[in-house]
């Protein structure tokens, strides 16, 4: 079944209203339901799962410093849309199917609040898990701008709330963003990339099975997922009539495992103005961009006196990243129609300057911790990945203290790309460095076959997600707070971290 190009309207994602708002708070209360949906004109409606009836979820938009509280509420059924491996850590026949829990991702927020994987709860919080403490969650949104985004998070499912369709924006407005007459109002766009399969009846496809299936088990975890079509918004390879004008696009890679390599078939430039955690110091003008999972890239680009175009969003990105399957590549995204009049002159800028980034200087790391990631085979057979060679319940190693500064060693003795996150802090990426796997295996020393490689113009500023690449040592910085408790770092691509590829860490006093 190969679907049109460019016959649906990319829907614009409605922004959340609160359920209550006074000066000193603002409550929101969000559903889960499953609902049908229609993701392209030529399939069957969908049924899929989304926050308030909408996949992806509405937009929730907040002022820094607003103090918000948000109660997530799970009125999903009791079975799932797609298929439960129970051989996965958290999800073994022992809790019911359906579970759920939010994380906002980028969020600096109290532990208890997180939404930590064993936080999970079902319909009617009728049953929680062990790690549960809340109904109403606190953000306290002392952030800059930024572009956030909130998605499930549960033990051993992740990959499934995600793909049935548990994910929206969550941004952060300031008075020093407003200042710079940024493209804003219509003229700024969040877009949500995500890649998908379906049925021939309209259903969304997951396979139960990786290629090669594993005997003595009905289903079991995949190690990758690529999905043969590119949704924005949640429609199929959408269009977007813009005006001749500049445009604000917030770029979010949304998939489970697919990379996006993003460039316009026009040829021009793509202005990024901000990274996963906000903008940068000045714009850089690219020619493409690459985002893993759960990577932002907040982007201006410009319509002028372009009437009458058709602009394609391609992408190139090999899958699995690195080393690809042509197979798996899918090269368009969405496309612009320069089509709508000039409803008014454009007066929006691309700022010669947005604001500081205060660089975190390696001499003020009180730690640094060196951290692999590894390959693994477990009883069935079956790869999976690790983080320093530690499975999920593996007592707690990574402890910083609260306002410490630390340098993490990513030295990825793998073959693939991993984006790593970590939860509550920004951090800054200091360097790539080749080094030689073979030896480290033997000796567990780093052994450098090249100079260690700046982070590319497009990873400057904060980020929360950083691509760990293969056969290289990835370091970043950064501070630990303002809180203290139990978080998690993990692989984004939501097939490893549903399967080991996810750590608990501590930030203590
Ligand atoms: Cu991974």
């Known amino acids: 079944m190969i679907l049109s190009k460019f016959v649906d309207e990319l829907p614009i994602l409605p922004i959340l209203k609160p359920t209550w708002k006074d000066p000193l708070l603002t409550y929101y209360e969000v559903n889960m339901t499953e609902f049908k949906q229609s993701l392209h004109n030529e399939l069957n409606d969908t049924t899929v799962w989304g926050y308030e009836g909408s996949f992806p979820g509405p937009t929730i938009e907040v002022e820094s410093g607003e103090r918000v509280f948000i109660k997530w509420i799970n009125n999903l059924p009791d079975k799932h849309l ?96 407003r200042l710079l007459n940024l493209p804003s109002g219509k003229y700024d766009i969040p877009l949500m990339i995500q890649d998908r399969s379906f049925h021939k009846d309209g259903s969304l496809y997951y396979p139960n099975q990786p290629p090669k299936p594993i005997k003595g088990l009905e289903t079991s975890i995949i190690p990758e997922f690529f999905g043969k079509t590119i949704l924005v918004n949640g429609k199929v390879w959408p269009y977007l009539k813009v005006e001749p004008r500049k445009y604000r696009f917030r770029l979010l890679n949304g998939s489970n495992t697919r990379f996006y390599r993003i460039k316009l078939d026009s040829g021009q430039l793509i202005y990024q103005i901000g990274t996963d955690s906000g903008l940068m110091e000045y714009p850089i003008g690219i020619h493409e961009i690459l985002l893993a999972p759960a990577e932002r890239a907040d982007v201006i680009i410009n319509f002028t006196n372009l009437e009458g175009k058709n602009i394609i969003m391609t992408n190139d990105a090999p899958a699995p990243f690195p080393d690809a399957d042509p197979a798996n590549v899918v090269s368009i995204i969405m496309q612009f129609s320069v089509s709508l009049p000039l409803t008014n002159i454009d007066t929006s800028v691309i700022p010669q300057y947005m604001e500081p980034i205060q660089k975190l200087q390696e001499q003020s790391a009180s730690k640094i911790r060196y951290l692999t990631l590894n390959d693994n085979m477990d009883q069935y057979g079956r790869e999976f990945m690790l983080l320093d060679n530690k499975q999920w319940d593996y007592p707690i190693t990574e402890n910083p203290k609260l306002g410490s500064t630390e340098i993490w060693y990513l030295i990825n003795l793998t ?72 978080y998690v770092w993990h692989c984004h691509i939501l097939e490893h971290e549903d399967y080991e590829m996810m750590r608990p860490y501590m930030v203590i006093r």
């Not at 701008?145 to 499930?152: A, F, G, L, P």
């Not at 997600?465 to 056969?471: D, G, S």
């Open 415 to 486: 073959t693939d790309t991993h984006p790593i996150h970590i939860h509550l802090i920004d951090f800054q990426i200091l360097d790539r460095r080749p080094f030689d796997v073979d030896k480290y295996n033997k000796g567990g020393v780093i052994h450098y076959t090249g100079p260690a490689m700046p982070p590319a113009p497009q990873e400057r500023g904060e980020k929360d997600t950083v691509r760990a690449n293969p056969k290289q040592v990835t370091r970043i910085i950064m501070k630990f707070g303002p809180y203290t408790g139990l």
């Open 82 to 177: 797609l298929p439960i491996d129970y051989t996965v850590h958290g999800a073994h026949n022992d809790v019911p199917q359906v579970r759920t829990v939010v994380h906002v991702h980028g969020a600096s927020v109290e532990p208890d609040s997180d939404g930590y994987p064993d936080a999970w709860f079902t319909n009617g919080f009728s049953l929680v898990g062990p790690k549960f403490k809340k109904e109403v969650y606190q953000y306290d949104n002392n952030q800059r701008s930024v572009t956030q985004w909130y998605h499930d998070h549960t033990i051993g499912i992740t990959r499934l709330n995600v793909y049935a369709g548990l994910a929206g924006f969550y941004l952060i407005r300031d008075q020093r963003e």
